[in-house]
């Protein structure tokens, strides 16, 4: 069948130059961004109960712009001036320079890693002295703890914002040739939303290995998967499986 629709469980790319809407207007598909997931913050109440002091800490791990936002929310609500001595340790360029909305760049001690959390090891490793506090959403991935864990350094892990089903019932009679999911979240948001979903015709685009493992899980077929050496992006991915199917 061939593909002229595709919903995206993620909110709508904010610059005009995204691979999504090149991709749109090469293959002359429809592409709508819908959140199947959202992040709420949790109260400065919330994170006391933690035994968080933000005092006790020199510095920050930071591996999501949300984990930015929220460390300075809990930051303000608790009255805590974060101090000009604090380390950053920050898991990407991405999260570093989405930092300078709080902080004035180059007078701060920032790290940055290149993109996973394991490629940031030895910056954490050189500084094995700091107190490091990582702020994480309520789902934070097992190979974070573990390699801390293995670094040996002195480190908390606290929740300052978890990830929340959205509601999709609006959705209930509206049907995409294509459903695209980044995570095992929006895998549970769409059994929660529709617990008797039937794939039918319908194709399943997945990223990364846990959220194939979740679609798996979960029975469904998947029929487009990224990364791979070949489609190392989402867009790459669908680009190509559309060429394949609507040129038949």
């Given at each position: ?40 913050g949790v109260s400065s109440k919330e994170v006391r109960l933690q035994k968080i002091d933000l005092n006790d800490y020199t510095a920050i791990i930071l591996t999501s712009r ?22 950053y340790f920050c898991q990407s360029e991405a999260v570093a320079f989405y930092l300078q909305k709080y902080v004035v760049y180059r007078k701060r001690k920032i790290y940055v ?136």
């Amino acid at each position: 069948m061939k593909v002229k629709t595709i919903l995206v469980s993620q909110p709508k790319p904010k610059v005009e130059n995204s691979p999504y809407f090149e991709l749109e207007q090469r293959q002359r598909v429809k592409i709508d961004f819908i959140p199947f997931i959202h992040v709420e913050g949790v109260s400065s109440k919330e994170v006391r109960l933690q035994k968080i002091d933000l005092n006790d800490y020199t510095a920050i791990i930071l591996t999501s712009r949300n984990a930015v936002d929220h460390f300075f929310r809990i930051a303000e609500e608790m009255r805590f001036k974060v101090p000009d001595s604090m380390k950053y340790f920050c898991q990407s360029e991405a999260v570093a320079f989405y930092l300078q909305k709080y902080v004035v760049y180059r007078k701060r001690k920032i790290y940055v890693g290149k993109r996973t959390f394991v490629e940031m090891t030895p910056l954490i490793k050189k500084h094995k002295n700091e107190k490091f506090l990582l702020p994480s959403s309520d789902k934070l991935k097992d190979i974070i703890p573990q390699t801390l864990d293995e670094l040996g350094v002195n480190w908390k892990k606290s929740t300052f914002y978890k990830t929340v089903v959205s509601d999709l019932s609006n959705l209930e009679n509206v049907f995409y040739d294509i459903l695209v999911f980044f995570s095992p979240s929006g895998i549970e948001s769409l059994l929660h939303n529709f617990p008797n979903f039937k794939q039918n015709n319908t194709r399943i685009a997945v990223f990364g290995n846990t959220t194939i493992k979740a679609a798996e899980k979960a029975g469904l077929k998947i029929n487009i998967q990224a990364p791979t050496p070949q489609t190392p992006s989402m867009t790459m991915a669908l680009e190509k499986y559309i060429k394949e199917v609507n040129k038949k």
